[in-house]
């Protein structure tokens, strides 16, 4: 779940979903996007980053998972097609805002990934410089939840490989199967409402093989994989249907019927995941595979 935790999959031309585009990230930011910190610091710790690595997150959001690499040392590249999240990452990423040397190396940019020119470090564009290869790719963004929401991606992952060094690792991350994800229950509430628009894509179960399938058409070689645990936990009902929400995943559901039957309708699906004092507790297994640019 453009980023998020799934890629956002919004309905068809006309029909324009009734969202605040600034209120949903700012969701993102504070409620939603921490529930895959465990994912993070798993990957981190396993491909051992820190300051010798050149990281280019696709599908940043709003930069946890680079502010995250930068503490270890990294220089991070962030790419993030949302305006809204990406004025967030700025506010946490501009160099003017950080206090180490460290975390001065980051950049931010739009829809597609840096082209292989400019002082990457600083973020500044300096005509002829030669920016160094990405030692590390990585794609935080979940997929195994839409029906083709991996389309988007192997566009992302065309556009970025040739900016990596030979062997570099590029992570690719999916749900893990339904009966080990109890928020495949309450996603299904968006396929349910958004009926007419099904053509935007429709909730399906993650496959073993989905991230192997991306891996396999973007010309990447598999090597290596693992399951971590992401439990989604909410202060309360409101918060965890905002935090929901702001993954864009149900856009297509607001625009066929209306914000407020929507709400009804997820407050409902999360009751069975209400404790008795008050807060929302939600087990998730994610997975990631691990692919070498060759």
Known sequence: MTPTLVRQHLPHAGATPRVDLCARARDWSEIQERMLVPLYEAVYERLE???GTRLLGLGCGSGLA????ASRGAAVTGVESCPERMALARQRLLPEAWDTRARADARLVGSSPPEATGAQATGAQTPGAQTPAYTLVTSFEPIGCLAGDSEGLGEALGAATPLAERGAPVVLVGWGPPERCTTSSVLRVATKLADPLRGTGSWRPALRDDLEEVAQRA???????????CPFGYADVDSAVRGLLSTGLFDAAIAATDRAQVDKEVTEALHPHLRRDGTVWMPNV?????????
């Open 49 to 51: 980053v820190g300051p």
């Open 66 to 69: 680079l502010l995250m690499a």
């Open 219 to 229: 010309g990447l070689r598999p090597d290596g994989s693992g399951r971590v645990a």
């Open 286 to 294: 994610f997975r990631y595979l691990i692919a070498r640019v060759p």
